[in-house]
Nanobody
Framework: QVQLVESGGGSVQAGGSLRLSCAAS????????MGWFRQAPGKEREGVAVIYTDVGNTYYADSVKGRFAISQDNAKNTLYLQMNNLKPEDTALYYCAARYCSSHNWIRTDRGAYNYWGQGTQVTVSS
């Protein structure tokens, strides 16, 4: 059974930084794509970053490009999201997610493509 557990959320002021972690268990790290999503109250869940774990390719939504960085530690089976220069509009519940993928379809930010989800961690950015 695949399990994903996020941590690292919190409250920061605009311009600050946070690093989210997602500890994964129950599967091997190969042939998987991992993603970070977020959902603000009243809004759709948005995919903000994806990593193709086999080769380390990354993708970012325009809203976070240049400020967020997704990375992985294969030895620890842990996914990270480094968030810098945070803005109030980044306030949301952040989820990590996983799915089987290949080099042909690794960029997917629609929630329906992902099979496994964590419980979420709250990020609040004040102005």
């Amino acid at each position: 059974q695949v399990q994903l557990v996020e941590s690292g959320g919190g409250s920061v002021q605009a311009g600050g930084s946070l690093r989210l972690s997602c500890a994964a268990s129950g599967y091997t790290y190969s042939n998987y794509c991992m993603g970070w999503f977020r959902q603000a109250p009243g809004k759709e869940r948005e995919g903000v970053a994806v990593i193709y774990t086999d080769v380390g390719n990354t993708y970012y939504a325009d809203s976070v490009k240049g400020r967020f960085a997704i990375s992985q530690d294969n030895a620890k089976n842990t996914l990270y999201l480094q968030m810098n220069n945070l803005k109030p509009e980044d306030t949301a519940l952040y989820y990590c997610a996983a799915r089987y993928c290949s080099s042909h379809n690794w960029i997917r930010t629609d929630r329906g493509a992902y099979n496994y989800w964590g419980q979420g961690t709250q990020v609040t950015v004040s102005s």
